[in-house]
C-alpha cells in the first residue's frame, strides 16, 4: 500500500451530484450517488481528452459522463445493470426535435382526466402517494404510452417521473424508502407541466458538440460487447462497499415506470452473492461480503484494463467501507487489485472524509471518499 496519496478535500464537492442541480439536463433527474460535471470537466482537462475521443463509464448512473463528453465533443460509452440508471442516461444525451415536442405537450395537457384502476401496485407505491397523485400519475403514464416515437414518450416519460418524485411522500434514506406524511401535497398535474416546460427551454439554451454516445444495459464485470483497447480514458465510480441495494433504494420508480423489482448485478451491489469463490481475499480480516466485493471489483477492473487503450487514464471515485468495528481501505485494496492486473497507480486523492462511530457512538475512526488514479 505504498502509494502516493494527496488530501484535496477542496474536490470533495465535485465527487457529488450536488452541483448537478444547477446545470441543464444534469438536474433533469436527481441521482445522489453520482458525481458532478464539474469533475468529469476537470479529468478531461487532466487527461488532455480531445474532440473524437472515447470515454466509458462501466457504472454510468444518470449519464453524467456521457453529458458532459456531448459538450465536449467527446466520443463516449456507459453501462449499467439498473435500467431506470440506462433509460435517464439515453433522454438526456438524445437530440430532440423541440417544435416537435412542444406540439406533443400541447396534447398531452389536453387531455381530459380519466381515473384508472390502482390494483397491482404494491404497499410501497400506495404509501408514497395520496390516491389523487396515484391517479394521476397513471393517467399520464398511459396517455404518454400512446406516443408512436420512442424517443418523444421517453423523453416525456423522464418528465414524469420526476414530477412523481415531487408529489412523493417517499424519501431515500441511506439503504432504505422511508415515508414521510406531507400537510401539503401539491397536485401533480402543474408540477409536470412546469417540469416539461423546464426541459424545453435547457434544449434550447444546452449548446453540445457532434459525437457519438451509446448507453448499454449490462453488468461492469462483463463487458464482452465491447473491443479491447477502445477507450483512451475510464471515469467511473462504482458501487461503494456498504449494504444499500441501489435498485431497492430506486424500487418506486422501478416499478412504476419499468414495471421490474428485481435485477441480478453489480448496481444492486458488488458482493451480493457470497456464494461464488472469494478465498483469493481470506488475507482481508473482514465479512464475506466484503471479500465477495473485491472479487467482483477484481473482475471491473479486469476489463477495464483490457478495453482501455494502451497508455490510457482511469479514475475511479470510491469510498472507504465501514463495517462494525472497522473500516476498510478500499482505495488502496482495489489500488492493489489494480496493479497485480497490470495498472500503474499513479495516485490516491482523498477528496471527502467523515467520522464514523458504532451504536455506541464510539468513535471508530475517520473514512474517506477518495479519487483513484491508475494508468494502463
Known sequence: MNYLVEEKFELGPLVTFVPNKKYPVYNWFHFKEGFSRNFVMMMFDQFKLKEG???LDPFCGSGTTLLASKERGINSVGVDVMPLAVFVSQVKTLDYDVDCLKSVARDIFSRKFVPLSLKGLSPLVK??????????????KQVISEIRDPVVKN????????????VSMAYKDGSVIKIRKRNHIPPLRPIFKRIVKKMLNDLKTFQTKKSTIKVYLGDARHLNFLEDSTFDAIITSPPYLNIIDYIKVYAIENELFFGQTKYDGLRSYIGLDVEKDYSE???????PIGKAYFRDMKDVLSEMHRVLSPNGDAVIVVGEGVFPNKIVPVPFILSDIAKSIGFKVKKIVHANKRIVTDQDRKKIGIARESIVFLKK
Open 127 to 140: 404509501q408514497a402517494f395520496t390516491k389523487f397523485a396515484l391517479e394521476d400519475i397513471l393517467f399520464f
Open 155 to 166: 423523453f416525456f416519460t423522464l418528465a414524469l417521473i420526476t414530477a412523481s418524485n415531487k
Open 53 to 55: 475521443s472515447w470515454v
Open 281 to 287: 481475499f481470506d488475507y482481508l480480516d473482514i465479512p
